[in-house]
């Protein structure tokens, strides 16, 4: 690598530290001995008042009747990550946030799994609001998640929250479909205090000088209204975020480049790694006060992400090339654009009853285009003479629409000897799936276009060239559509303290989907104190999720490696004739129960531990089918391989969570804070209801996720400066193939990373700089023995790995304060 090669990304990813270092300098005019900022970890404690798993008003961590782990902003910017899944990977050991490459839209939006069970049976909410998923359905077969349509936490800037409450069980009766696994509620910044604001330079590059990044985030809030009597009557607080992020190259160069180029002695011809992306975010959030009794509230969320990544290497003598264009071969790349919007309005008082109330409307939509460059239509070249290089391969959209009405309070039953709190409500929501066709260059295929000398016996006619964009085959009219479906939903809710030492909640709801029919659901919840220092708490419950719109109505075609052969995949929705013919039969909701007990212990206001076993059953769970080989033909668009969504069978996931806080106070010399967390966590499949279900799609279940993952975390806080360190160990995972012998099985080893950050606080500016993977970790390196998921291209590395493959990340922020 030459040093010029260093010196450009890095000064890219330094310009800004350097311009907030010289802003420093010209206006610097207090003394350095100023004392230092407060640092929130300093005041983290089991006694937070938590809003989400509890309709109660004052129900702190350490009284949860379920499992709930609180996050800070000082936790969320502890590493060097800048998005919110990179963050939470982080910090939870539940969670599993994998960085796949060569994955289409994926590489795009990356999918986060709770416990090891699928993106979409995790609820994220916004201000308790329920949040949009995103238009993409995760089809690849390499990759965590598949089949999924989950929510894109990239799309919340990280400079908007307050903190995060992360809800580690089943909530299907509080919240509705969906929350299986648990949910994350993300809470605003609310307010304009004084000390509230921010703007944060960051930047960083990788150890081997790629993937170099810069970027400007920032949160400022301003009062509203009349404040001469002491007090505006509403506030707003914008928030934004921009960064640039260059793309990372962990491909291992072949030596056979003889047949990959024939007129180039060396080229690095596949390119493997973190995509190139540009992110633009900006969210606004408001409260006013209409009356004494009632307040005015919401947010607007907008933003845009530009998202340039790899596909395969088309190389020079293959049947997909064309040789006047590219003579030797070509690297096509698909840009996505992401537009992201999400919008809250609602009006929420007190009764003169004592009746809290809660009335609102929410709106989101994800917006997510393909566009393909330094691409072909192989076909389209060879039937007319002509082909573009750029193509514009269509449009997914995803929209969700809902109105909530809530209402609580707190009543006195003369047989119980503490207050009852009762909630109740209904939720109506509307949803559309939206697929809108690419240009007709993207999906143009004429099947008598005939590659020569293709004919064979079984195929006397022989084979076409390939149609389509490359890397991307755009959404053709016949694949295109609209559709939509409403829901309505009507919950109860009660909580209250039995004695001094129990208390209970329960839970009921009822869920009407228009096309996938209706469910009940409840949840039972009990917390027993029986020291002054220890607890036990339980659950019960049973939750629903509904087929996704995407999962119903998904269809396209797709280049993925198949046996090591880049293959035509095409996915069909259900009603397809080609998915009929294959067996595909309407998909039927999946359906939940969910078990936890678990222990608080907290002897002292400086220690606190807590330990939850849990099991989660899931039945009728809604997957991918394998991709079943087929004969091309016009009818399926000359496809290779077909799959399809499928009620695949029933899961059983067992695991322990350990989570454990303790503060020392090291007088003259700060106070400590120590953090140690883990998660035992394994899925088991106890019915498969499809032979179209292998054994490799099996293992994306039960072992592609690590089954331990354990987190120790220290901060040291001593005069003006703050010390971090953690350190992640990423348990085994293993890549099934679909052979029974398992000779195509590969089991990628624990890996420990350590991340290393330290700020100085000088009056209202914070310095920091640190290093993520400290020890420059890499994943085991894949086998070439793996087919259905490496070739000997040189992609070295496996998408599983639960930390990616790019090794150590330096970084720098300033951040000032006021």
């Known amino acids: 690598m030459s040093d010029q090669f260093l010196r450009r990304p890095l000064a890219a990813a330094l310009l800004p530290l350097l311009g907030m270092s010289l802003a420093l300098a010209a206006t610097a005019t207090r003394a350095q001995d100023a004392t230092p900022p407060p640092n929130k970890k300093d005041t983290k404690q089991l006694q937070q008042v938590i809003v989400t798993g509890t309709r109660a008003s004052d129900r702190t961590v350490a009284e949860s009747l379920s499992p709930i782990d609180v996050l800070t902003p000082a936790d969320i910017n502890a590493s060097g990550g800048t998005d919110l899944g990179s963050a939470l990977n982080s910090l939870l050991p539940s969670l599993d946030f994998p960085r796949p490459a060569i994955n289409d839209g994926n590489d795009a939006i990356r999918p986060a799994t709770l416990r090891g069970l699928s993106p979409d049976d995790v609820l994220v909410l916004v201000d308790g609001k329920r949040y949009h998923t995103s238009a ?75 993937g170099a990044q810069n970027g400007v985030q920032g949160s400022v809030g301003i009062n509203l209204g009349d404040a001469s009597s002491g007090k505006a009557p509403g506030w707003a607080r914008l928030a934004w975020n921009y960064q640039n992020a260059m793309n990372t190259q962990r491909a291992e160069n072949s030596d056979i480049t003889t047949t990959i180029a024939p007129t ?93 109330w809660d009335l609102s409307a929410d709106y989101g939509e994800n917006i997510l285009t393909f566009d393909i460059q330094n691409s072909i239509n192989t076909n389209l070249y060879r039937t007319t003479g002509s082909s573009p290089t750029y193509f514009h391969a269509g449009v997914f959209r995803n929209k969700q629409g809902v ?10 039953w003369g047989f119980l000897p503490n207050p009852v709190t009762l909630a109740f409500g209904g939720e109506y929501r509307n949803e559309r799936y939206v697929m809108n066709a690419g240009e007709p260059a993207s999906y143009f295929f004429d099947p008598s276009t005939i590659v020569p000398g293709s004919a064979t016996p079984s195929n006397p006619s022989g084979t076409p060239y390939p149609g389509g964009s490359q890397v991307y085959p755009g959404i053709a009219p016949s694949e295109a559509g609209s559709f939509g ?47 002054d220092s220890f607890a036990l708490r339980g659950t019960v419950s049973n939750g629903f999720r509904a087929p996704s719109l995407a999962q119903q109505n998904y269809q396209s075609v797709v280049t993925l490696l198949q046996g090591g052969v880049l293959t035509q995949v095409g996915t069909f929705r259900t009603s397809s004739p080609v998915a009929i013919a294959l067996g595909a039969k309407p998909l039927s909701p999946e359906k939940s129960s969910n078990y936890s007990l678990g222990a608080v212990w907290q002897p002292t206001n400086d220690f606190s531990a807590t330990l939850d076993m849990y099991q989660i059953r899931i039945w009728h769970q809604v997957l991918y089918t394998d991709q079943l080989t087929v004969v091309p033909t016009p009818a399926n668009g000359e496809v290779g391989a077909a799959q399809f969504f499928v009620n695949a069978g029933t899961t059983r996931t067992r695991g322990v969570d350990l989570i454990g806080n303790y503060r020392m106070d090291l007088s003259d010399f700060g106070r400590l804070n120590l953090t140690l967390s883990g998660n035992y966590n394994h899925t088991k499949i106890l019915e498969v209801s499809t032979p179209a279900f292998g054994r490799d799609s099996q293992g994306l279940l039960t072992d592609a996720t690590p089954r331990t993952k354990f987190v120790v975390a220290g901060d040291w806080l001593f005069r003006h400066f703050d010390l971090h360190a953690n350190v992640t160990r990423y348990g085994t995972v293993t890549r099934l193939g679909d052979l029974p012998d398992a000779s195509q099985d590969q089991t990628f080893a624990a890996r420990w990373l350590l991340d290393l950050a330290t700020s100085y606080n000088w009056n209202d500016w914070t310095f920091t700089v640190g290093a993520d993977n400290v020890t420059n970790v890499y994943p085991t390196k894949a086998s070439y023995n793996n087919m259905y998921e490496d070739r000997p291209d040189g992609l070295q590395y496996s998408s599983l790995s639960p930390f990616g493959f790019n090794g150590r990340y330096w970084y720098g922020k300033v951040t000032y304060r006021f």
Do not use: C
């Not at 005015?296 to 090339?321: C, E, H, P």
């Not at 109860?492 to 209970?504: F, I, N, Y």
């Open 264 to 356: 180039i002695s060396t080229i690095p011809y596949e390119r493997y790694g973190d995509p190139a992306v540009v992110t633009k975010q900006a969210m606004i959030n408001f409260g006013y006060t209409l009356t004494p009794d009632m307040e005015l509230y919401g947010y607007l969320n907008a933003g845009r992400r530009d998202v340039t990544s790899n596909g395969y290497w088309r190389r020079w003598f293959q049947d997909r090339n064309v040789q006047e264009v590219y003579p030797n071969g070509f690297l096509p790349q698909i840009v996505n654009h992401s537009n992201d919007y999400a919008a809250v309005l609602g009006v929420k008082g007190l009764t003169a009853g004592n009746w809290h």
């Open 403 to 412: 109105v909530n009405l809530d209402l609580n309070k707190e009543f006195s």
């Open 485 to 531: 479906r409403n829901s309505y939903a009507a919950y109860v809710d009660l909580e209250t303290d039995l004695s001094d030492k129990l208390s209970a909640g329960v839970a009921a709801r009822y869920e009407n989907y228009s096309d996938a029919g209706s469910t009940r659901s409840g949840k039972v919840s009990l917390r027993y104190q029986l020291t």
């Open 136 to 210: 993409l359905v995760n089809y690849l077969n390499t990759t965590v998640g598949r089949g999924s349509a989950p929510v894109d936490l990239a799309t919340i800037p990280i400079s908007a929250i307050d903190h995060i409450e992360v809800l580690r069980d089943g909530a299907a009766a509080q919240y509705g479909s969906d929350a299986i696994a648990g949910v994350i509620n993300v809470v605003l910044k609310h307010g304009a205090a004084k000390g509230n604001n921010e703007i944060t330079a960051n930047g960083g590059i990788m150890d081997k000088g790629d």
